[in-house]
Nanobody, 127 residues
Framework: QVQLVESGGGLVQAGGSLRLSCAAS????????MGWFRQAPGKEREFVAS????????YYADSVKGRFTISRRNAKNTVYLQMNSLKPEDTAVYYC????????????????????WGQGTQVTVSS
């Protein structure tokens, strides 16, 4: 079992920044790829960013490229999402997930369906 707890969400004006954190406990954190996802009201959960177990490979949704950065510190069992130049359309509940991705595309939400998920943190961007 892996327990994930997100933090760092809040209310920010458009153009502002937030840094989300996801703290993991349980099994060996460095065994897992980590991902960030978001879900806005009335919409499906969507992929935001992912990072491989050693941080060597990252992926981003087109909508956040150049504005968001995913990183991890295995020594702290934590993954981060630095979000800059925030827009009102970034408003959503943000979730982190952990999974061992073998021959799975991390950009597909379905690739994480048998992994571990946090409870989410709300991000609200006002215009």
């Amino acid at each position: 079992q892996v327990q994930l707890v997100e933090s760092g969400g809040g209310l920010v004006q458009a153009g502002g920044s937030l840094r989300l954190s996801c703290a993991a406990s349980g099994r060996t954190f460095s065994n897992y790829a980590m991902g960030w996802f978001r879900q806005a009201p009335g919409k499906e959960r969507e992929f935001v960013a992912s990072i491989s177990w050693n941080g060597g490979t990252t992926y981003y949704a087109d909508s956040v490229k150049g504005r968001f950065t995913i990183s991890r510190r295995n020594a702290k069992n934590t993954v981060y999402l630095q979000m800059n130049s925030l827009k009102p359309e970034d408003t959503a509940v943000y979730y982190c997930a952990a999974n061992v991705l073998v021959r799975l595309d991390p950009r597909h939400v379905s690739s994480w369906s048998n992994g571990y998920w946090g409870q989410g943190t709300q991000v609200t961007v006002s215009s």
